[in-house]
């Protein structure tokens, strides 16, 4: 009895869930091959981290929603060069996961702070690996992040449109679902934060970094 109670329990907290969390499904494959059409998500309004893949109103067109990853965080600098960007000078970490074969798949890797956890995705550029390089370090100012779609050369993004307003921002990919595959492992993914801080705690830095230089 105490088992099925807690089966219950269980499958009642998963109805909630999926009445009151918004489900969405992928359209296209802008944010190939992390999500991609047909993939199932759940996106959960709150706090946004730097890797987390977020909802937000198309800038050039209100009336629509997009999925980008933020890779730039309030006070940071991003440079984008040579098919991968850096992120206060130092560059992500990449890793080619097809060994040259169609289509390109790209490990990128950020790392949390100690004790030190990887954050990883996966990213595609067509042929050959993506060139477009900014013209330098792009500020990221207060109450804004940087934002990148993972397949790389099919969406515009803020290397287009400049960082974002972060209330703009519908909610953070929390969960998805879709066919398991040899770069995704399992069908279903739970997708943490990364252990860093998140846009809030970025901003109160900076506001006491300013105070310091002040006083």
């Not at 860093?196 to 300013?210: C, M, R, Y």
Request: proline share 9%; with cysteine.
């Amino acid at each position: 009895m105490k088992r099925l109670m807690l089966i219950l329990s269980a499958l009642l907290c998963i109805g909630l869930a999926a009445v009151l969390i918004p489900i969405k499904t992928v359209a296209g494959d802008e944010m190939a091959w992390t999500l991609r059409a047909g993939d199932t998500v759940w996106i959960v309004p709150g706090t946004v981290f730097k890797g987390d893949v977020v909802l937000l109103n198309d800038p050039l067109d209100p009336d629509r929603t997009v999925l980008r990853r933020v890779v730039g965080m309030p006070g940071d600098k991003i440079r984008v060069e040579e098919g991968t960007f850096r992120i206060n000078g130092k560059r992500v970490r990449q890793k080619d996961m097809n060994e040259g074969g169609s289509p390109p798949i790209w490990k990128e890797v950020i790392w949390s702070r100690p004790p030190a956890r990887p954050t990883r995705w996966f990213v595609t550029y067509n042929e050959p690996k993506g060139t477009w390089s900014s013209d330098g370090p792009i500020p990221v100012p207060t109450g804004h992040v940087f934002v990148m779609a993972d397949s790389r050369d099919v969406a515009l993004d803020s290397r287009w449109w400049g960082p974002v307003p972060v209330d703009q921002i519908q909610g953070v990919v929390r969960a998805r679902y879709g066919p398991a595959d040899p770069q995704r492992e399992t069908a279903f993914e739970f997708m943490r934060p990364i252990d860093q801080p998140s846009v809030a705690e970025k901003e109160q830095e900076l506001i006491e970094d300013a105070a310091k230089k002040n006083g």
